[in-house]
């Protein structure tokens, strides 16, 4: 599964995306499945009310919703486009 | 990425180049149903928030992403009001002080259709369109914030 | 006619030729303080409320009250909303379909500032500027009447 | 005094303007005494409350309004620009 970052979660992870084998089966424990990892995304997830998800670049309003099958998942800051 | 839905163009562009007003209105093609066209561009300004003048402002986005986020606005603004023509271009890379940032063009057989489509496109550009802009300053550079009002005016529409 | 009051620059023609929008955001001139520039196109729709095609689109004026007129609504603008830059180009003459009428540029820091402002000039022009339509149709011309929802909708600003 | 007619009120009328020497004293009165002197007047001004008065170019509410030292007068139907 591709994951990728932006903005500051990106300068915090320190890559723009990275393809990992993931177990988690939503977007929750996909979350802490990365916590786990390493200690760079618990400094990045740690104001998870802050952070957007998109899923196969739909944004989602839920962290339970499912990432089976889905081929990219994107965190990042709130959008400041326009 | 072009669409064209229940006789309404829509094209969205992101781009690092700039955009030629005068060329994208002609790109509307034939004007006989149309009455009004609407027209915004949005600038780099130096918001004055730091002592030091801003020296350069740096758009990073979700390519892929952010075509269809725009895209499906668009789309929602053809729902709420009867126009023909959208086009969005939003540039990304880095800009300086007075450079355009983004043009919206709506046209319609009615001036208020074109004036609200296009204002509802921008609101909703500036907090569901997957595009980030940092502020770099002499000494230092920071993230622009998302504001609470920004996410806010949304619920007017 | 141009006029500079409280830092916005104003300026009003009334003109037989066309515009050229680039240009006209170009004289804008420094955008420093610049965030929106809002603009819109009034352009010359065959109504369809006749069976034959418009020929041609008539617009008479009242020279020197035409300026005086659109310059008080400007600065009636300038008084709501914190703009910078004002400009309104209305044509005269005779127009056909597809051609441009009028151009409104509002430049202002904030984006919501330059669309009101715009939407605000636009709709006093229709029923507050001393100008009149006559459609020119092959067989017969008529004056164009003004709407009563247009002089009613200057009451929700 | 310059008198001015645009739109249809210039065709009824004939001419795009005229210089007159009013004895009238307002607006209403003015229009009385136009339509005195000329049937193509009282056609004109028929229906009073479809034409739009401005004195010296700025618009009037108020037939009332006076018209002494005035250079110009202007009678149009309702506007409709933009």
Known sequence: MKILYFSWLREKIGVPFEELEVQSENVHDLIKELIRTDQKYALAFEDIKSIRVAVDQKLIQNLNVSIKNVKEVAFFPPMTGG | ?157
């Open chain 2, 1 to 157: 990425m072009n669409k064209k839905i229940n006789n309404c163009f829509i094209s969205v562009n992101i781009q690092k180049d700039d955009f030629d007003v005068n060329a994208e209105i002609k790109s509307i093609g034939t004007r006989k149903i149309i009455g009004g066209i609407a027209n915004f561009i949005g600038v780099v300004r130096d918001t004055q928030k730091e002592k030091e003048e801003l020296v350069s402002l740096e758009l990073e986005h979700y390519p892929g992403m952010t075509e269809k986020a725009i895209i499906t606005i668009c789309r929602d603004a053809q729902k709420r009001w009867e126009i023909n023509f959208v086009k969005v271009i939003h540039r990304v890379g880095n800009l300086k002080i007075g450079d355009n940032i983004v043009l919206v063009i709506t046209a319609s057989a009615h001036r208020k259709e074109s004036f609200k489509s296009a204002e509802f496109i921008m609101d909703f550009l500036k907090s569901r369109a997957p595009i980030w802009k940092k502020e770099h300053y002499k000494t230092h550079s920071s993230w622009v914030q998302s504001k609470e009002e920004d996410e806010l005016s949304l619920k007017d529409w």
